[in-house]
């Protein structure tokens, strides 16, 4: 089972269509009681870094969640702005983050981008995992996906950094710290390359 965090920001409906396409159940929590029992967590997440926080943090889930990833040490895996929420902070914005790996959120130099079209980095880009990462098995090679966001996630220990991809700079585009897994990338808009890769979620 498969719970999607839903306060308000993130395409829940996406990613059970893909769950349903797999066989694999999913729920939807909306509230801490809606947490219970969970078994797996998605963290989905758009937009702005601190609307994001300001939306978590009042819809009465804050605290349960910390309780299940922090103490229970449940799996949780956060999309794109639900990544960088798990850092400390972010250049986008003044609130806190998670603190659940220790990283800062950072904006892309635009003078290091070659693109026409430099921000945001938006469209189909390589992701180059480490090897052994059970998250991007059958993903090694040849897997792209779909990107959209200005702000990148600099981990503070290199080993929490689990995939590389280029935008300008290299950057992480992937990271696992114990059970805490986020990537910056849609796997919900990256076609068969995403949907294995939240194949390999449930699997963990």
């Not at 269509?17 to 969970?38: F, H, M, Q, S, W």
């Not at 800062?104 to 880009?125: A, C, Y």
């Not at 090897?131 to 080993?159: M, T």
């Amino acid at each position: 089972m498969i719970t999607l965090v839903d306060y308000g920001v993130g395409n829940i409906f996406a990613f059970q269509n893909v769950y349903k396409r797999l066989d694999i159940p999913t729920k939807i929590a909306r509230t801490a009681a809606d947490l219970e029992g969970a078994e797996k967590l998605i963290l989905p997440g758009v937009g702005a870094f601190d609307y994001a926080m300001e939306q978590l943090n009042s819809s009465g889930m804050r605290q349960k969640l910390d309780e299940l990833v922090l103490e229970k040490n449940i799996p949780i895996i956060g999309i794109c702005v639900g990544m960088q929420m798990m850092g400390n902070r972010s250049d986008e914005g003044a609130s806190e983050g998670l603190k659940w790996i220790d990283a800062d959120v950072l904006k892309f130099d635009e003078s290091l981008i070659q693109q026409r079209t430099k921000l945001p980095h938006m469209g189909w880009n390589d992701v180059s995992p480490v090897k052994g990462q059970p998250l991007f098995e059958g993903l090694e090679k040849e897997a792209i996906f779909y990107f959209l966001h200005s702000f990148y996630f600099k981990c503070n220990n290199a080993v929490d950094s689990i995939a590389i991809s280029d935008y300008g700079i290299p950057f992480t585009s992937a990271v696992n710290s114990n059970n805490v897994y986020g990537i910056q990338f849609h796997p919900e808009k990256s076609h068969q390359y995403g949907e294995k890769l939240l194949h390999n979620f449930a699997k963990l």
